[in-house]
């Protein structure tokens, strides 16, 4: 039955995109995000018994990622410290990945989040997810779910408010987009 | 709480009064977007297909 296997393929093949922009989104590094994304398509390949074709394969893929992630910083004790926010010492090398200092702000913002309340405002707010499949990807109730989101949108206030407020000016990226902006 | 703006709206003229939850969620959008934008890497194109054709090999021929 090699359809079954091709049909996988190609929901993976399509799931790819955002899984990365996922990935990048909780690390802020290229290389070591297109690294965890490797290992997703590993482990999911491995998995693929598991997965019954027809459901969301976007969250099955997201749901291994952030497993694989954790698992991987647990392994590397010390890089846990990067939720204290020590990856920005590390992005300001990469400052070329994004295209304005506007939005170099908002990555060094996002970097200082707990890595809990980061990946909450990331699937809710960006991935397209919702509340309720953003807490079965994070394995946690849908109120946790709610409250870390709340939460980090509170603390990346904060962390741009403190940066200047008059930062916010009009740019040709965020007009089109913000009609669609948060709706919770 | 629902925050939309209209399209007619001019973003940035006076900050103070600009919501900044929403600049939040188009920055988020902006910089998720750039990423998922990008092409898929040649390099899991290239794994995808050594990982199907390592299947094929490994299932007998009888189940095909």
Redesign the interface.
Known sequence: ??SE?QEF?RE??AA???L???A??LIGRHDRA?DL??DT??KA?AKQDHFEMGTNMKAWLFTILRNELYSQMRKRGREVQDSDGHLTETLAHHPEQ??SL??QD??RA?DQLPPDQREA??LV???GFSYEEAATICGCALGTIKSRVNRA?QR??EI??VKG??D????E???????????? | ???????G?????S??G?D???????????????????A??A???D??EK??AA??QSIPHGK?
Do not use: C, H
């Open positions: 039955m090699p296997n393929k993976m093949l790819l995109p955002s990365r922009a996922f990048m989104s297109d994304v490797q398509i590993m390949w994004y295209g506007d939005l908002f990555r996002l405002i990331i707010g960006a991935s949108r990346l206030q741009l408010q407020e008059n916010y000016g009009p740019d990226t965020s007009a089109p987009i913000t009609s669609r902006a948060f709706v919770s | 709480m629902r925050y939309t703006s209209g399209v709206r001019t973003i940035g003229q900050p103070s600009d900044p939850n929403v600049q939040i969620a188009v920055k988020l959008k902006a910089l998720y977007q750039s990423v998922q934008e990008e898929i890497p390099r899991f194109l794994l995808l990982l199907e299947e094929r095909e």
